[in-house]
């Protein structure tokens, strides 16, 4: 069997979780740049990658980088640069996480790390492709960057916590 019903049931509820977060201003945090927000929207990717595994985290990635589509195109921005982070969010989580050996701080490396993936992949592919100039990327880098790490770790920590009761992790 490819995926037990945990890792199935996981992936649902997160796929479902991460739909409303980028369907909706839950997802968003306003802030004052061209961006006009940081996101969450990656949150339950690192979640499902840490909880699931990394082909279950591959695929919530892959789940979200659908659903932002339409921002990527109304902002002219290549759609390599849409699926190619966002595919290894989950997959970068459950590894930091491995090898920081299932702890509290394991979580919040991986957090950490898997965030990093988004933002800079997303913008630093942006670059790479010339859909944006650097002029647009580095206050985007410097406040959105910042504030998706913080709000990351804040909350992959105890939503893992919540989830694993028992202390038992995947």
């Not at 979640?47 to 919530?60: E, H, R, S």
């Not at 390599?80 to 982070?85: H, R």
């Not at 590894?95 to 050996?101: A, P």
Request: proline content about 5%; aromatic content about 8%; overall charge positive.
């Amino acid at each position: 069997m490819l995926f037990s019903t945990r890792q199935l049931v996981i992936a649902a509820v997160l796929a479902a979780v991460s739909i409303v977060l980028v369907m909706t201003p839950a997802g968003l945090i306003p802030v004052p740049n061209i961006a006009g927000s940081a996101t969450t929207v990656h949150i339950p990717t690192i979640v499902g990658g840490i909880l699931a595994g990394p082909l279950v985290g591959a695929i919530l990635g892959l789940v979200l980088a659908f659903a932002t589509i339409p921002f990527f195109l109304a902002l002219g921005v290549n759609l390599v640069a849409c699926f190619l982070p966002r595919v290894f969010i989950g997959v970068v989580a459950h590894f930091l996480w491995i090898q920081g050996g299932k702890s509290d701080k394991a979580v919040i490396i991986s957090a950490l790390g898997a965030t990093g993936v988004n933002t800079y992949g997303v913008l630093g592919l942006a670059l790479a492709f010339q859909d944006l100039s650097w002029e647009v990327v580095a206050p985007v880098i410097a406040l959105n960057g910042t504030l998706e790490l913080i709000l990351s770790a804040v909350i992959v920590l105890p939503v893992i916590r919540l989830l694993n009761r028992q202390g038992r992790y995947v």
